[in-house]
């Protein structure tokens, strides 16, 4: 499992082409991996954002938020990773669900890319919606953009696009017309529940794609658990995608936190290790 290319897309965002024949062969949209760069290493999931039978590759884009992200950016092209698993989880529903909303935020985008191109392949008519904090965090507008009728940006800062969040375009979009067939939404967990508290009343179906913490990625240990539909489920086996409107998220956000003490003890682990270095 060896990093043939590594390119930094955006300041603590790190893209990796992996050479990884067996779940290149069989990966579908929204799928993802579980991987260990070194011995002892956590598991953690990254979507698989491409995959390419010919070259037997994927491609992953990922994130420096903690302590496994960023010794993984410290990571370069001929580098190998302990362990890969994959591909997980159950694929994006793909099919004709003529106009389609697409919102991603932050590194949620990367994880949209192969969704897009599934959906408008599928016949689909897609208007786009990418938000981000600044505008070196909304990525691949170019890519997003091939795929999609309409493009939207938003800033939390108005340095790109409008100023303000993904859910004020949504909002201006369905108020006027709200024969969507789908809304897909992939980001952080506050966005995709205020993207579903928006679509809600407009009775369209609303797909948000879950990152609940996971261990093992097969449905054993329950790490990932989440409430949907009054009903328990693993986003590793049962998801990641669901029905927006049917997730606590509010459990979900709770949850989020449970090993906040660990990532904070593990960040200062890290400082003295690059301090050391
Ligand atoms: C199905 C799925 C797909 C994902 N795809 C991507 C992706 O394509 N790109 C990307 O940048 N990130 C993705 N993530 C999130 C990514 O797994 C976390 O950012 C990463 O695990 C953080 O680890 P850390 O040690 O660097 O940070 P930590 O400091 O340990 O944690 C920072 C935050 O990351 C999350 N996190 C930590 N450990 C895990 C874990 N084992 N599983 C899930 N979340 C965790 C928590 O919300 C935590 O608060 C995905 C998550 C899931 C569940
Ligand atoms: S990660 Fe263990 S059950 Fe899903």
Not at 24 to 44: C, D, N, S
Not at 200 to 208: E, Q
Request: glycine share 10%; with cysteine.
């Amino acid at each position: 499992m060896k990093i043939l290319e590594k390119e930094r897309i955006a300041e603590n965002l790190t893209k990796f082409v992996i050479n990884a024949e067996l779940i290149a062969e069989k990966a579908l949209p929204g799928q993802f991996i579980i991987l260990m760069g070194w011995k002892k290493g956590e598991r953690i999931p990254l979507t698989i954002v491409d995959a390419d039978k010919e070259k037997k590759t994927i491609t992953i884009i990922f994130q420096e938020v903690g302590y496994t992200t960023k010794l993984l950016g410290k990571m370069n092209a001929g580098d190998s990773l302990y362990s890969l698993v994959g591909p997980l989880g159950e694929p994006t529903p793909i099919k004709n669900y003529g106009k389609v909303i697409i919102l991603g935020g932050g590194v949620g985008i990367a994880e949209l890319l192969p969704v897009v191109r599934a959906y408008k392949e599928a016949g689909c008519v897609i208007t786009s919606i990418l938000g981000g904090r600044t505008s070196d965090l909304v990525i691949l507008q170019d890519q997003i953009k091939e795929f999609s009728e309409e493009l939207f940006i938003t800033t939390d800062d108005g340095s790109l696009g409008e100023k303000g969040l993904v859910t004020d375009p949504l909002k201006q979009l369905l108020e006027k017309n709200s024969d969507y067939g789908l809304v897909f939404c992939v980001g952080p967990v506050p966005m995709m529940r205020a993207v579903s508290n928006v679509t809600r009343p407009f009775k369209i179906k609303t797909l948000v794609c879950l990152n609940s913490i996971m261990i093992d990625g097969t449905g054993m240990c329950g790490g990932c658990r989440v409430t949907v539909g009054n009903k328990t489920k693993f986003t590793c086996v049962d998801g990641p995608d669901f029905d927006g409107h049917e997730v606590d998220f509010e459990e979900l956000m709770v949850r989020q936190k449970r090993f906040i003490t660990h990532e904070k003890q593990s960040k200062c682990k890290l400082n003295k290790y690059v301090k050391d270095e």
